[in-house]
């Protein structure tokens, strides 16, 4: 079974960190320290953890846009376990804590490759794609809570 929870100790923020290099920037070749952004120390932090083997599976994180929007932001589900809906359950978590927090809207800024995932979760793109790094392009997107 999976947990979700929040990262603590020393320990759970290498994990968590670990993964969201593993996932979202080692199979682009960038180098380590561009799995953080400016934005990690107001953002919340989640993570699911695989209660059998205590392992950190999935990661996700957000913080305030604008007033009245939450971003969502480095969602990653490690490679083995996705399409298992530890990302579903990951998204679910952090909708959840943003309409309790008073948001209205939750967006991301959304690979061109997973736009598809973020649809069928109800979000809707909004401008056009802007490049992130090298060849990969990005898109905003967005839901009402």
């Not at 699911?48 to 929007?69: L, N, Q």
């Not at 598809?116 to 401008?127: L, P």
Request: aromatic share 12%; net charge positive.
């Amino acid at each position: 079974m999976i947990q979700i929870t929040t990262p603590k100790t020393k320990e759970d923020f290498k994990a968590y960190y670990d993964l969201r290099y593993k996932v979202l920037r080692e199979p682009w070749g960038q180098p380590r320290g561009t799995e953080k952004d400016d934005y990690e120390p107001i953002s919340q932090h989640f993570m699911a953890v695989d209660d059998e083997t205590k392992e950190v599976v999935g990661c996700v994180k957000f913080s305030e846009k604008e007033p009245g929007v939450a971003w969502v932001s480095h969602l990653a589900v490690k490679t083995d376990l996705q399409r298992t809906g530890i990302g579903r359950q990951l998204l679910a978590h952090v909708e959840a804590q943003a309409r309790e927090q008073g948001f209205k809207k939750i967006g991301c800024q959304a690979r061109l490759n997973t736009t598809a995932y973020f649809e069928k979760a109800g979000y809707k793109m909004h401008g056009l794609p802007t490049r992130y790094f090298g060849t990969t392009q990005v898109v905003w997107m967005e839901k009402e809570l």
